[in-house]
Nanobody, 119 residues
Framework: QVHLEESGGGLARAGESLRLSCIASGRAGYLMRKGWYRQAPGKERELVAALSTNNFGPFYADAVKGRFTISRDDDNNIHHLQMSNLKPEDTAIYYC????????????WGQGTQVTVSS
């Protein structure tokens, strides 16, 4: 079992930056693919960014490419989402997630953290 807990988030103005962090405890988190999802009001949850265990070919949603960066620190079992040049449409609840590399299902989730961007 893996427990995930996010930190960071909060309020920002358009153009500002925020960093989200997610610390994992339990099973070996360094063996898992790490990711960030978000869910805006009235919308479905969407994958924002993901990073494999070997840091190869990170995935970014088109809406955040060039603005968001996902990274992982396996020594401390943490992964981050650096969000720059924030836009009001980035407002959402952000969830960190993890899954086994061999699985297509994101089986582990954090509780979510609110990010609100004002214009």
């Amino acid at each position: 079992q893996v427990h995930l807990e996010e930190s960071g988030g909060g309020l920002a103005r358009a153009g500002e930056s925020l960093r989200l962090s997610c610390i994992a405890s339990g099973r070996a988190g360094y063996l898992m693919r790490k990711g960030w999802y978000r869910q805006a009001p009235g919308k479905e949850r969407e994958l924002v960014a993901a990073l494999s265990t070997n840091n190869f070919g990170p995935f970014y949603a088109d809406a955040v490419k060039g603005r968001f960066t996902i990274s992982r620190d396996d020594d401390n079992n943490i992964h981050h989402l650096q969000m720059s040049n924030l836009k009001p449409e980035d407002t959402a609840i952000y969830y960190c997630a993890a899954r086994e590399e061999s699985s297509s299902i994101w089986g582990y989730w954090g509780q979510g953290t609110q990010v609100t961007v004002s214009s």
